[in-house]
């Protein structure tokens, strides 16, 4: 007797605690009504924030046995491709300037630049 009675009690404190339990509004959880506060602050924080995508395997794999042709931005070469250009172009004419010291004095005198006068 005093195991049933046990049982019967221990399922009354169970349904008790499912009462006092209230959900979130943003993902539905339940939680204890003092941590309900603390946790949907916390969840509209997670909300706001973008979710990363899942990634798709399949792509992945038929891409790398070339499957399916792989689409290159057209921006992204572009940008590229500015950059570099200034870069070398700096570079090529202090590599002239340097390799031109020896007629450095000529070059000022006759008013050139030194980028003209090695190109030629």
């Not at 204890?32 to 992945?60: A, D, G, M, W, Y």
């Not at 992204?76 to 031109?100: I, T």
Request: proline share 2%; net charge positive.
């Amino acid at each position: 007797m005093s195991l049933s009675m046990y049982s019967t009690s221990e399922n009354l404190s169970v349904e008790e605690d499912k009462n006092i339990l209230k959900s979130c509004q943003i993902c539905g959880r339940t939680f204890n009504p003092k941590s309900l506060e603390r946790h949907e602050k916390i969840c509209e924080k997670s909300k706001k924030c973008n979710r990363r995508t899942v990634f798709n395997s399949f792509l992945q794999r038929a891409r790398e046995i070339r499957a399916i042709p792989v689409t290159v931005d057209e921006k992204k070469d572009k940008d590229k491709s500015n950059q570099k250009g200034k870069w070398k172009e700096e570079h090529e004419n202090l590599m002239c300037v340097a390799r031109g010291g020896k007629n450095s004095k000529e070059i000022l005198n006759n008013g050139f630049s030194a980028q003209k006068k090695f190109d030629q």
